[in-house]
C-alpha cells in the first residue's frame, strides 16, 4: 500500500531552491579567495626576492678563482656582500646559494636543490620547493661573466621562508570572508522578506475565497491576482461556471420532476379522499369505489412510471457508470426488448417487428448493456406510445459493411415530429405540441444522454423520407449510430 506524499510548501520549496545554490557556491568562493589571495600575497614578495637575487647575482665576479685561497677570498666576500643585502627577518628565513660555472659551490646554503631547467636568459625564475622539510619560494638567475648567451654561467639562488605571505593571505582571507559572514545571513533574510512578499496575494486570494458564501458561484475577481496565478484563478472560474450551470440544471430538473410527480400524487389524494368520503357516508356502491380505485391505481402507475424514469435519467448521467464498458450485441439486446413489449403492441393492436441480424459479430460494440438496452426500451416505447392502433413501428439493427458503425433505428407511423421540435423532445419533460398522450417527457432525454456516453450521434426524420414514398402521416425515424472502432479503442 502505497503511503500518501506528504504536502510541501510552495514558498519552503522556493526558498530551498534559492538559498541552496547559494550556500553551495559560497564555499567555492572561498576557496578561489583563497587562491587569489594566495596570488596577490606572492606578487611583491616574489619582486623583492627576485631584486635581491639580481643584487647578487651582481655581486659574482667575471672571472672565477684561480687557487683555493682566492676561492676562499671569493666565497668571504659574497657572503658579507649577500649578509648585506638579505636584511635578517623576525618572520622567515632566507638562503642564499652561489654555484660557480662548472656547478660547484662557491658561496651560501649547500641544502639548496638545484632547479632542473637549463640554463638560459638573464631573468630571475621563481619556483617553490623545500629546504630542511620547510616549503620555500625560490628565486634564481644565471650568471654569465661576459653577459652573453652561451657562455659558462654560474647559478645564483635565494630561497625564502613563507611565513610573511601566508600571513598576508590569511590577512586577505579575513578581509573578504569576514564582511561575508555578514552578509550572506542579511541576503538570507532579505530572500525570505521578498519571497514573503511575493507570495501575500496568494494569501489574499485564498482569504477572499474563505470568505465568500457556499452559494457564492460567481467568478473570482482576475484583476487583482499575479500575472501568474491568472491561469489558475481563469481554470477555477471556469470550474465555477461549470458547476453553476450543472447546479441550474439539477435545480430545474427537480423543480420539473416535482411539478410532474405532483399531478399523479394529486390524483392519488383526491381519489381516496371521494372514496373515503363516499364510504362515510353510507351512499358509497361497488361500482363508484371500483372506479376510484381503478384511478388510484391508475395514479400509481404513472408516479411509479415517473419514479422509474428519474432513476434512469440518473443513471444515464452517472459517468463512472457510462465508463464501465464492456462487449454487447445490439441485435440481441433489440430482439429482446421487442419480444418484452410484444404484449403492450397487442393490447393496443400495433404491428411490432424487428429487422436485422439475429446474433454473431455483425452488431457488437463496446457500451455500458444496462444503459444501452434503457435506450432501445425507451425508444421502442416511445415509438408506442404515439403510435396509433393497426399502426406499425420497426425496430431495425443495421450494421456497416466497412465495420466502422453500428445503426440503431426505430420506426412508427404516428404523428411524427415537427422539424421546429426536433430538437427540442430530446430535453428533459419536453411534451410534442398537440399530442394527447400520456407520459413524462422523460424517455428521449435519457436515450440522448446514453447516446452521449457511448460517443453515438442520434438524429429524428420523418419515416416515410427513408422510402421516398408519400404517407398520410409522416411517422417518425429516430437512429442512432454507435462507432464501433472509437467505442473498442474506449475499451
Known amino acids: 500500500m502505497s503511503t500518501p506524499r506528504e504536502q510541501r510548501s510552495l514558498f519552503g520549496e522556493i526558498l530551498d531552491w534559492m538559498l541552496a545554490p547559494l550556500l553551495l557556491l559560497w564555499p567555492m568562493s572561498v576557496a578561489l579567495t583563497w587562491l587569489v589571495a594566495q596570488n596577490i600575497a606572492n606578487r611583491p614578495y616574489d619582486r623583492e626576492l627576485g631584486e635581491l637575487a639580481r643584487a647578487v647575482a651582481r655581486q659574482v665576479p667575471t672571472v672565477s678563482a684561480p687557487d683555493a685561497a682566492a676561492r676562499r677570498r671569493l666565497k668571504s666576500d659574497l657572503e658579507h656582500a649577500a649578509t648585506l643585502l638579505l636584511r635578517p627577518d623576525d618572520n622567515d628565513s632566507v638562503f642564499f646559494q652561489v654555484l660557480g660555472t662548472r656547478g660547484e659551490l662557491v658561496a651560501g646554503d649547500p641544502d639548496l636543490p638545484v632547479p632542473a631547467d637549463v640554463p638560459g636568459g638573464v631573468e630571475v625564475r621563481f619556483r617553490d620547493d623545500v629546504i630542511r622539510e620547510e616549503p620555500v619560494r625560490v628565486a634564481y638567475v644565471w650568471a654569465r661573466p661576459g653577459g652573453t648567451e652561451g657562455e659558462p654561467a654560474s647559478l645564483v639562488q635565494l630561497a625564502e ?9 590569511t590577512e586577505i582571507i579575513k578581509g573578504v570572508i569576514l564582511p561575508q559572514f555578514v552578509i550572506l545571513p ?18 489574499e486570494l485564498q482569504q477572499r475565497i474563505r470568505e465568500r458564501e457556499s452559494t457564492d458561484l460567481s467568478p473570482i475577481e482576475e484583476r487583482h491576482v499575479p500575472e501568474e496565478v491568472a491561469p489558475l484563478v481563469g481554470a477555477i472560474n471556469d470550474l465555477l461556471t461549470r458547476l453553476d450551470q450543472s447546479i441550474a440544471t439539477q435545480r430545474h430538473f427537480l423543480a420539473d420532476a416535482a411539478h410532474q410527480l405532483k399531478t ?29 380505485l381503478q384511478q388510484i391505481a391508475l395514479s400509481s402507475q404513472r408516479a411509479a412510471h415517473m419514479v422509474n424514469q ?52 455483425a452488431a457488437r460494440l463496446v457500451g455500458q448493456p444496462v444503459l444501452v438496452r434503457e435506450m432501445v426500451r425507451n425508444l421502442v416505447d416511445n415509438a408506442l406510445q404515439y403510435t396509433p392502433a393497426g399502426g406499425t413501428v420497426t425496430a431495425r439493427v443495421t450494421p456497416d459493411p466497412f465495420g466502422q458503425v453500428v445503426v440503431l433505428q426505430v420506426e412508427d407511423t404516428g404523428p411524427g415530429i415537427a ?21 413524462s417527457g422523460l424517455g428521449l432525454a435519457i436515450v440522448q444522454e446514453i447516446a452521449t456516453a457511448h460517443g453515438a450521434e442520434i438524429s429524428v426524420t420523418d419515416a416515410h423520407a427513408r422510402t421516398g414514398s408519400p404517407a398520410a402521416t409522416p411517422g417518425a425515424l429516430f437512429t442512432v449510430r454507435f462507432p464501433v472502432q472509437a467505442a473498442a479503442d474506449e475499451a
Do not use: C
Not at 161 to 169: G, Q
Not at 330 to 341: K, P, S
Open 264 to 292: 399523479p400524487l394529486a390524483g392519488l389524494r383526491t381519489q381516496a379522499e371521494l372514496a373515503e368520503r363516499e364510504i362515510d357516508s353510507g351512499h358509497g356502491n361497488p361500482q363508484s369505489l371500483k372506479h376510484s
Open 310 to 361: 428519474l432513476l434512469a435519467m440518473a443513471r444515464a448521467e452517472d459517468k463512472e457508470q457510462s465508463l464501465r464498458h464492456q462487449p454487447l450485441d445490439l441485435a440481441e439486446i433489440t430482439m429482446e426488448t421487442v419480444r418484452d413489449f410484444v404484449p403492450k403492441a397487442m393490447d393496443k393492436r400495433i404491428d411490432l417487428g424487428y429487422e436485422g441480424p439475429e446474433g454473431g459479430d
Open 419 to 439: 422539424p421546429a421540435e426536433r430538437e427540442l423532445v430530446f430535453q428533459p419533460f419536453y411534451r410534442a405540441l398537440g399530442t394527447n398522450v400520456d407520459g
Open 161 to 169: 621562508t613563507l611565513d610573511k605571505r601566508s600571513r598576508l593571505a
Open 186 to 203: 542579511l541576503a538570507v533574510l532579505l530572500v525570505w522578506m521578498a519571497l514573503a512578499r511575493g507570495i501575500r496575494p496568494l494569501a
